[in-house]
């Protein structure tokens, strides 16, 4: 795969990164970063453990720091790219940002929004999925097996 500055692959391929931060730590590893004018301005991992709070999962620390790059709570502008599908407390703080986007790697079938209703995130945004698909699915998977060892 060829990636190219300003495609939602080389976005993802970031996020993946990110990830890949959250296992280093021993998080689940998800990563997020939200992009606005083709440029990244929030990058962030889960770090439920590190800060001993059940909200601080990627997309809510990305959101949380987008918002305060832009000094707005809303990022209508902006694309929020995370390496799995969003759980329902993340499709929330998507909605109320009101994301223009939203593209997610590999879906979530246990905990992701979609299985609760796509009502979830805001009417206006787009999603998209599979960008990278296999790599992220592979990295969850891999984690919950060495887990379990």
């Given amino acids: 795969m060829v990636l190219s500055v300003f495609s ?12 890949l931060y959250a ?25 439920t453990e590190k800060l ?9 620390l990305a959101i949380t720091a987008a918002s305060n790059h832009l000094g707005n709570k809303y990022l209508k502008d902006c694309t ?13 703080a998507s909605y109320w940002a009101q994301l223009k986007r939203i593209v997610f790697a590999t879906t979530d079938p246990k905990r992701g929004f979609r299985r609760f209703g796509s009502n979830l995130i805001h009417p206006k945004t787009e999603t998209e ?9 592979n990295l969850m998977t891999d984690f919950f097996l060495n ?3």
């Fill in 129 to 137: 999925s599979g960008i990278l698909a296999h790599e992220c699915a």
């Fill in 23 to 47: 296992r280093e730590e021993g998080e689940i590893p998800i990563g997020a970063v939200v992009v606005c004018n083709n440029k990244i301005i929030a990058k962030a991992y889960n770090q």
């Fill in 8 to 19: 939602d692959e080389y976005y993802m391929k970031e996020a993946y990164k990110q990830a």
């Fill in 147 to 149: 887990k379990r060892i």
């Fill in 52 to 60: 001993n709070d059940v909200t601080a999962h990627a997309e809510v």
């Fill in 80 to 92: 929020l790219y995370v390496t799995v599908e969003p759980c329902v407390m993340c499709a929330g």
